[in-house]
């Protein structure tokens, strides 16, 4: 059976794609995802020109740290906007070296020779965009609120945003590279956070969860022919229509003024097409070396291994991303991680105390730190090293996204923060600490609830070129389902018990298909 | 002390202060008989018949334009659609590519056809007059990007889904088989191609088109690949411009348009839209090429309902009539404003919806019914069905179909006394505003630009006076720059309909408020003025008499004929000389009590509007 013989179901793994996908519901039925078609074509026409964006997540579990932890402290606040009936903030990021060390904030620290003041101006610091709903582990991270560890909310099944973005007609108008979305990580894979992975009754499509670099080069380089590109990207009509306007224009019945509007009209297709022609171009240095085909590391490798393994991950990764082999990778990294040897149970021993116990918060901040630092600031790096023909490089294109599973305190949901890199091809504004809680409201808990991650995750969507046409809800603008006004956010150790309309009231979701101040362009 | 700051307009080109008060046109108008059919200015003459008569008798004008067959007005070159008629195209074509999925596939476009930009009027050299949207001819690049993005997105909402595609193409376009892509492709052109770009697609465009769908182009699924076709389909120069094919020629610079071009122009021009099915058989049969093949195609497109909203167009942009409606409702927390609201009924709503249906009504009924532009000018009927506004008039709502009410009172004239023309909603009447509307929109004449200063003219008084007396203070004082042309040549027109309020409402009083709305004087309302319509210089007493010199002078004929043809031939303005033979054959027409009716036709059945002349 041949692809294009498939009426709207990609089933296999793997397969070079040459036509858009649909998702597929475990029993066969296809979901009923809020997709129109009517609106698709919009959602592809406002990127008609190449969508060459690139997003990279970084799942990571637990991280149950106090937010302050990723903030910056003590610099002035840039603006002040009332903003769904209360004041936000942007305060403009700024490091502090000593000793051979920038520090935005204790969990972006790392050396200056790697973070800095450059990398700082492409990243952004965003907090108050809480979780809204029920909460569970090995879940949620790029969305879905509907299933995790012993959950599952049927009326909150949604792909996550990995998931939009690889199966996007806007991100991906014409895929020629390999795969759309990638998953890897360090240590075994439990959750489901991503493309890969089944999703709530969402099958999974793509590519299989790899766990070692080999895996992963495999994967992306394995079908990759040495000296030549996997896709010829497909040439604009412009040029077309602008011959039909030129031949027209050789009609001898046509008077030298006709010939004058033609002539005109052609110079603004010419326009359109050289405007088209702009994007920059990589170019793919080829086929790179494969990384050894090394077991994955074991849980006593200990934390030092583990970032080593995610780093040659991002070898492969930035070659492909360079020849345009995927734009979608999403990395999952699983507890061992965060093992420095002193524990055998991370999770229960650490996580569970992090709360109240400052040594245990200690330890899970510098975890998050060596995520955020040790990794995701590496892999910005490196692809800020790359630059375009149009000048811009490989993370002004990217948005790599950070993301724990929880935040403070405890087990919390609404507390977390997100350390980004990159401006998503001049979509995202950064170089900012970004504060959308709700700072003149009662702490609960500790919390202060703001905006939505439903808006987050809206906004990162929009930003990535993929417009609310295509992962819209009806009754809410951001991204997923919004809460029903009976349930409950957190308990049972999942952060501050409260209401979910007392957490995020109507004026919070009125906003919520905006695109996040500051934020989105 | 008051200072009282007036708004201040027009002069008539080359009139000046020092214009002799007691033949105060005759400095400008080149006359009855001074008139060269060559000359370049249009309206010049502002008389009828022999000027300077004082007994109010009307003399008709000589006809305003003359044909003289050596001249032939030349076309303008390559017409564009208007947004109105670029966005009726798209649509039909789309309804015959995908009729099940057109709807979404429009609606998926919508964004970028906001992204068009409108058409704006385009005014005659006149100060203070206005044209018709569609003479914007005007090619831009925000244009030309979003024709572009609008093909683009209908064509990749079409294109978007096998079973989609399967209905436009056929099965060949899901099939995965990218080898007869291309033959696939080329099938739908030829078969739709030729009446979607309506008959101007050649073979050559056509393999054009179709070659869209080569995989040399690119990587791409089928979703992509025929979308790429249909983008090209909906971005062909069909769906920018009037390509107007030739057929016998007449000489070397004109030639009979064939009968699919002669379709397409016809059908824009009275309905807006690209030729219906009856129209392109007509035109693809060769019975168009019959006189009265054509008469019977031209009598149907008359008769059809989107030649009236067409009609409207026209009677809207001439006659400003949207441009004039205001909402009387609006000033309604001024004080002084909402004490002249209280005089009488006061709308509580919005009343520009009713207003513009009593002007456009007021037309409609005069074309459908067969009336001449004298009945026109003339008919006080009441045509909305707004019940405030009706009550303006003192009038009952019209039901829309039965005969429309008469208005109580006994000062009703007819047009230029609706509440259309006479209402500005604000706490006085402005008699200048009044009077370069009626001399620039209804009798076509000219106006230069004020003097420079003019609008900072105040009036230095601290007397209590009537909105006439104002403007006559302001504008009429010897030794002023306004002088020459405000008291002759437009506050007399405005003064003329001084008996009605800011509202539209009948009076014969009226009484002038402070800011706090407080009473301070009533007047005598003293309409009386010479408005120089009609080669007499004599007073007129009131708005019937203004309308019967109006009517009686041949000039709102002429006008008539002038905006016709610039609404036809989508020109800012006419060559009096070049346009001279199509000018004339309307104003001739209208001149004689023919109907408006006859007149549209007549605009049409003209050979100069189905010949296509180039410049050399």
Redesign the interface.
């Known amino acids: 059976m041949?692809?294009?013989?498939l009426?709207?179901v990609i089933a296999q793994q793997g397969t070079p794609?040459?036509?858009?996908w649909l998702l597929k519901g475990a029993g066969g039925a296809l979901l009923a995802i809020p997709v129109?078609?009517?609106?698709?074509?919009?959602a592809?026409?406002q990127t008609?020109a190449a969508n060459r964006k690139i997003f990279l997540a970084y799942c990571f579990p637990n991280s149950t740290i106090r937010g302050d932890a990723y903030c910056p402290s003590g610099l002035p606040v840039a603006e002040v906007k009332d903003y769904a009936g209360f004041s936000i903030r942007r305060t403009q990021l700024k490091g502090s070296a000593s000793g051979g060390v920038m520090r935005v904030s204790d969990v972006l620290s790392t050396s200056s020779g790697l973070l800095t003041d450059a990398l700082i101006a492409k990243a952004n610091v965003i907090r108050g965009c809480d979780y809204s709903g029920s909460w569970t582990h090995n879940s949620m991270h790029l969305g879905n609120f509907g299933v995790g560890q012993g959950f599952s909310r049927p009326d909150y099944y949604r792909r996550s945003i990995d998931q939009v973005l690889a199966d996007s007609?806007s991100f991906y108008?014409?895929f020629?590279g390999t795969r759309r979305s990638v998953l890897f990580g360090s240590g075994p894979y439990e959750g489901t956070p991503s493309y890969a992975s089944r999703n709530g009754s969402i099958v999974g499509l793509g590519s299989e969860q790899v766990k070692s670099a080999y895996q992963l080069y495999s994967q992306l380089f394995g079908g990759f022919v040495p000296g030549a590109p996997t896709?010829?990207?497909?040439?604009s009509?412009?040029d077309?229509?602008s011959?039909?306007?030129k031949?027209?224009r050789g009609d001898a019945?046509?008077?030298?003024?006709?010939k004058?509007?033609?002539d005109?009209?052609v110079e603004?297709?010419a326009?359109?097409e050289r405007r088209q022609q702009v994007v920059g171009t990589l170019s793919c240095p080829g086929k790179p070396s494969a990384p050894a085909d090394l077991q994955p590391a074991g849980e006593a490798a200990g934390s030092a291994s583990h970032v080593a393994t995610l780093r040659s991950y991002e070898d492969v990764l930035v070659a492909a991303l360079q020849c345009n082999l995927t734009r979608v990778a999403v990395c999952y990294t699983n507890y061992n991680l965060f093992s420095f040897g002193d524990t055998a149970d991370w999770h229960h021993q650490i996580e569970h105390f992090a709360a109240g116990d400052p040594l245990a918060q200690g330890k899970a901040v510098e975890a998050a730190r060596k995520v955020v630092s040790e990794v995701v600031v590496p892999l910005a790096a490196k692809l800020d090293a790359i630059t375009d023909t149009d000048g811009k490089t490989l993370l002004d294109r990217s948005l790599i996204f950070p993301v724990s599973e929880m935040g403070e305190p405890d087990h919390g949901i609404s507390g977390r923060v997100f350390v980004t890199f990159g401006g998503a091809d001049g979509a995202v504004r950064t170089g900012n600490f970004l504060d959308y809680r709700n700072l003149g409201s009662t702490p609960r808990d500790g919390v202060r609830f703001g905006l939505t991650i439903q808006q987050l995750y809206g906004s990162i969507l929009q930003a990535m070129g993929v417009p609310r046409s295509e992962w819209g809800e009806s009754t809410n603008q951001g991204y997923g389902a919004r809460p029903l006004a009976s349930d409950v956010y957190g308990g049972s150790g999942s952060g501050p018990t409260v209401g979910s309309v007392a957490a995020h009231p109507d004026a919070v979701w009125a906003v919520a298909g905006e695109k996040l101040p500051w934020f989105g362009v | 002390m008051r200072r009282l700051p007036i708004l201040l307009l027009g002069t008539l080109a080359g009139c000046d202060a020092a214009i002799d008060v007691a033949e105060p046109w005759r400095a400008v108008e080149m006359g009855p008989g001074n008139s060269s059919a060559g000359g370049g200015q249009p309206f010049p003459g502002l008389g009828g018949g022999t000027a300077g008569g004082g007994d109010g008798a009307v003399t008709p004008a000589p006809l305003r334009f003359k044909c003289d067959p050596a001249r032939t007005a030349?076309d303008l070159?390559?017409r564009?659609l208007s947004k109105v008629q670029y966005q009726n195209t798209l649509r039909l074509a789309v309804q015959q590519l995908a009729p099940a999925?057109a709807t979404?596939?429009l609606?998926?476009?919508a964004?970028?056809l906001a992204l068009y930009p409108d058409d704006v009027e385009v005014a005659p050299n006149s100060f203070g007059a206005h044209g018709f949207t569609r003479s914007d001819q005007q090619?831009?690049?925000q244009?030309?990007?979003a024709l572009?993005?609008v093909a683009?997105?209908?064509?990749?909402?079409?294109a978007?889904?096998?079973?989609?595609r399967t209905a436009i193409f056929g099965a060949c376009a899901?099939?995965?088989?990218a080898a007869n892509d291309v033959t696939c492709a080329r099938t739908l052109v030829d078969r739709l191609g030729p009446r979607v770009l309506r008959g101007?697609m050649?073979t050559?465009?056509a393999a054009?088109?179709a070659?869209?769908a080569d995989a040399a182009?690119?990587?791409?699924?089928?979703?992509?690949v025929f979308?790429?076709v249909l983008?090209?389909l909906l971005?062909?120069?069909a769906f920018?411009?009037l390509?107007e094919?030739?057929g016998a020629a007449l000489s070397d610079?004109s030639?009979q348009l064939t009968g699919v071009a002669l379709a397409s122009r016809l059908s824009f021009h009275l309905t807006n839209e690209p030729p219906d099915d009856a129209l392109w058989a007509a035109a693809t049969s060769g019975a168009l090429d019959t006189e009265a093949g054509y008469e019977a195609q031209v009598d149907r497109l008359l008769a059809d309902v989107r030649a009236q909203a067409v009609r409207d167009e026209f009677f809207d942009q001439w006659l400003w009539v949207r441009r004039g409606a205001v909402d009387l409702t609006d000033q309604l927390t001024v004080p002084a404003y909402r004490a002249v609201a209280m005089e009488g009924p006061a709308p509580t709503h919005d009343t520009r919806p009713g207003i513009v249906e009593d002007l456009l009504g007021a037309a409609r009924h005069a074309f459908d019914t067969g009336a001449g532009t004298r009945d026109f000018l003339t008919d006080t009927a009441v045509y909305t069905r707004d019940a405030q506004v009706a009550a303006l008039y003192g009038a009952q709502p019209w039901d829309g179909s039965a005969t429309a009410p008469a208005p109580a009172g006994t000062r009703r004239a007819g047009l230029i006394t609706r509440v259309g023309f006479t209402a500005n909603g604000r706490f006085e009447t402005n008699p200048i505003k009044k009077g370069v509307r009626l001399r620039t929109a209804v009798l076509c004449d000219v106006l230069s630009a004020p003097p420079p200063g003019a609008a900072n003219s105040t009036l230095q008084t601290t007397d209590v006076l009537s909105s006439r007396q104002k403007v006559e203070g302001l504008t009429e004082v010897s030794g002023s720059v306004c002088l020459g042309c405000h008291r002759t040549l437009i506050n007399p027109l405005g003064y003329l309909t001084e008996d009605f309020d800011p509202l539209g409402r009948e009076r014969s009083r009226e009484t002038a408020y402070d800011d706090q709305g407080k009473a301070l004087k009533t007047f005598d309302v003293k309409t009386a003025a010479s408005p120089h319509v009609g080669g007499t210089e004599a007073v007129a007493a009131d708005a019937k008499e203004l309308t019967e010199r109006i009517a009686s002078s041949g000039r709102f004929e002429a006008c008539l004929s002038a905006q016709l043809f610039r609404f036809t031939a989508q020109k800012a303005e006419e060559d009096p000389a070049a346009d001279g033979c199509r000018l004339s054959e309307l104003e001739t027409l209208a001149r004689s009590g023919k109907s408006l009716k006859d007149v549209f036709k007549a605009s049409v059945m003209s050979q100069g509007f189905r010949h296509r002349v180039?410049?050399?």
């Open positions: 041949k692809a294009r013989d009426p709207d794609l040459s036509r858009r129109l078609p009517s609106l698709l074509s919009e592809q026409a008609a007609p108008p014409s020629g896709a010829k990207p497909r040439k009509v412009v077309l229509v011959e039909s306007f031949k027209l019945r046509l008077s030298s003024g006709d004058l509007r033609l005109q009209h603004h297709l326009e359109i | 030349v070159p390559l564009r999925t979404a596939a609606a998926a476009a964004p970028k090619l831009s690049q244009q030309a990007d572009f993005a683009r997105a209908v064509a990749e909402s079409l978007s889904t096998a079973q989609q899901s099939d995965g088989n101007t050649t050559e465009q054009l088109i070659s869209a182009r690119g990587d791409g699924g089928e979703a992509v979308a790429d983008t090209a971005a062909q120069p920018t411009f390509v094919g030739r610079t030639a180039t410049a050399p």
